[in-house]
């Protein structure tokens, strides 16, 4: 009788753990955003908007963090020239208000006006949540800035992205006053490098 007991719920310990294992749920399909990452499956056609994620293209990223885009290695960032221009966010959100638009539009017109520069949005947090939750927190909040640049007529390719989630704080405070600096997208300038002569 005991070892009937034992087999019967070792067969169901065995089924549970089956049918847990295979109830993962994919994404589905993903509409294409040229040069970001994605966990979708696409369909074959080599036409199709949709990207595996190992065709995904790879960035490279001097500055660290986690990195999104066509990449633009051995360019020369400039953090200072759109400083003033960071956007923050509120809490847990990766959505731009309509208050920080004008900082979104003055960088579209920098890049307009300057042809043959590039830009890095570098996407933060504050030190709430856990690291793995922040980056992707990070990541969507320099997505949606470089998705309104692109709305704003700037060529996706020339757009990088990058997640800090919360390792680089601007205020180590452990308040409201800091996390507000803290949730940030900040815009690096990225100019071509010199000629090889």
């Given at each position: ?92 959100s990766s959505v731009v ?79 409201e006053s800091a996390w ?18």
């Amino acid at each position: 009788m005991k070892v009937t007991k034992f087999i019967n719920l070792m067969v169901l310990g065995l089924v549970l753990t089956i049918a847990a294992s295979g109830c993962r749920k994919h994404p589905g399909y993903m509409t294409r955003i040229p040069g970001s990452r994605t966990d979708s499956n696409p369909t074959d056609n080599p036409n199709s908007p949709l990207i595996k994620a190992d065709e995904t293209p790879k960035a490279n990223d001097s500055g660290g963090g986690i990195p999104q885009g066509p990449g633009h290695d051995g360019w020369i960032p400039n953090p200072d020239i759109l400083q003033a221009n960071t956007v923050h966010f509120d809490f847990d959100s990766s959505v731009v208000k309509s208050s920080e638009k004008g900082n979104v539009n003055a960088v579209a017109d920098y890049l307009k006006a300057n042809g043959a520069n590039a830009l890095k949005i570098d996407g933060h947090c504050d030190e709430r949540g856990t690291e793995e939750y922040n980056r992707s927190l990070g990541e969507r909040r320099a997505l949606a800035l470089r998705e309104n640049l692109v709305a704003l007529g700037i060529d996706p390719n020339r757009v990088d992205t990058a997640t800090f989630g919360k390792d680089r704080p601007v205020d180590p405070g452990h308040d409201e006053s800091a996390w507000k600096k803290n949730r940030r997208g900040e815009f690096i300038v990225l100019t071509p490098p010199p000629k090889a002569q």
